[in-house]
């Protein structure tokens, strides 16, 4: 099997690659790059190798393959293009790529990873997009409205790919819209753990924490990572009712909290943040109702360009988040903790 990145998530396919103990050959560790520089004038960048990594049946001691090389090339009118650098003629191909922001540009890329491993007569392709884009336009809130993540859904099977691995995908419904294999995989355990510890760390006992939906469709999300956090079933979550404006983007307002969170720790918890519309407010109101301090605990930060200024400016205490989203320095904030899903993605390779 071969493994690919796609240009939004080079790191985490690094990391990925590293639990699965590939070689490190030559002594140039786990990446090999193309040619630095093409020679056209057309060209705007090209990315070496893109961290296009091997990846072959899991042994103990590393995988004897050597890696794999591709190229995306991003031409001056923005177009770009992708080539496969190796031999993948009936071998499994897999390729990690978010959707995330610029979504329209990482959903091509990742379409013309597909339509070049095709055409090489690779055996299957297979996704891995830990942040799956347009999953939030699920549903026709007005007239006329299209529902675009059907229309990605149809683009990814039309390509040609086999199986879609993703994580927290915003309406758990969404994988029924597939017809080829489709798993959504779950970081709120993982998340929910490494809060558990941060607390313990820190002698906070898990009695003076409460969770809190931001919004009644996150309360399931709440019931799975209050299980793993409590490491129980029996616990209580706090719901915010939320009223968003549809003619307007990014505009949310709270409407009223049930439960109770005074002189409580709250947790908010949620798949996904973008603007700050949901958290911000929710973070203001459980302090009004009396709360001691207010986190977070969210899967995806798929920041607008002002997000991260907004929360480090927040009266919220810490952000906890992974890495399904890669962030630019200047997207990162001093309230951040980011957490590697690399272990999660390995273990479910490992298997393949």
């Known amino acids: 099997m071969k493994l690919f990145s796609g240009t939004a998530s080079q790191k985490l396919a690094e990391e990925v690659a590293k639990l699965l103990k590939l070689p490190q050959p030559n002594g140039r560790g786990i990446l090999t790059n193309a040619s630095s520089e093409l020679k056209s004038a057309e060209a705007e960048n090209i990315y070496p190798s893109r961290r296009n990594l091997t990846l072959g049946k899991f042994r103990e001691g590393g995988l004897k393959l050597p ?37 329209d540009t990482n959903l091509m890329e990742l379409f013309f990873f597909c339509d070049a491993l095709k055409r090489q007569e690779a055996k299957k392709v297979i996704a891995v997009v830990p942040y799956f884009g347009y999953a939030k336009q699920n549903i026709q809130h007005r007239a006329g409205e ?10 990814i099977e039309a390509i040609g790919f086999d199986k879609i691995y993703t994580f927290d995908i915003h309406a758990e ?33 898990r009695k003076e924490i409460v969770l809190v939906s931001p919004d009644q469709g996150a309360v399931e999300k709440v019931r799975n990572f209050g299980r793993f956090f409590y490491q129980s079933e029996n616990f209580s979550q706090v719901v915010i009712e939320k009223q968003r404006d549809q003619n307007i983007i990014h505009k949310a307002r709270p409407l009223g909290l049930y439960g109770n969170v005074k002189d409580k720790i709250t947790i908010i918890v949620d798949d996904m943040v973008v603007s700050g519309s949901t958290l911000i407010p929710a973070i203001d109101l459980c302090l009004e109702k009396g709360a001691k301090d207010v986190y977070a605990a969210v899967i995806h930060h798929d920041f607008t360009s002002d997000a991260p200024k907004k929360i480090q400016d927040s009266r919220l205490i810490k952000f906890f988040t992974t890495n399904t989203i890669a962030l630019a320095e200047r997207q990162r904030f001093e309230k951040l903790e980011e957490y590697s899903i690399a272990p999660i993605i390995a273990k479910e390779l490992s298997n393949l």
């Open 146 to 155: 299209c529902i675009s993540v059907n229309v990605v859904i149809r683009f």
């Open 173 to 205: 419904a969404t994988g029924g819209v597939f017809s080829i294999p489709f798993k959504n995989l779950s970081a709120f355990p993982f998340l929910a753990e490494k809060l558990a510890s941060y607390f313990n760390q820190a002698g906070i006992n």
């Open 67 to 103: 890696l794999a090389e591709a190229e995306v090339v991003r031409f001056g009118n923005s177009e770009v293009k992708v080539t496969i650098k190796e031999k993948v003629k009936n071998q499994n191909c897999l390729v990690i790529q978010s959707s995330s922001n610029p979504t």
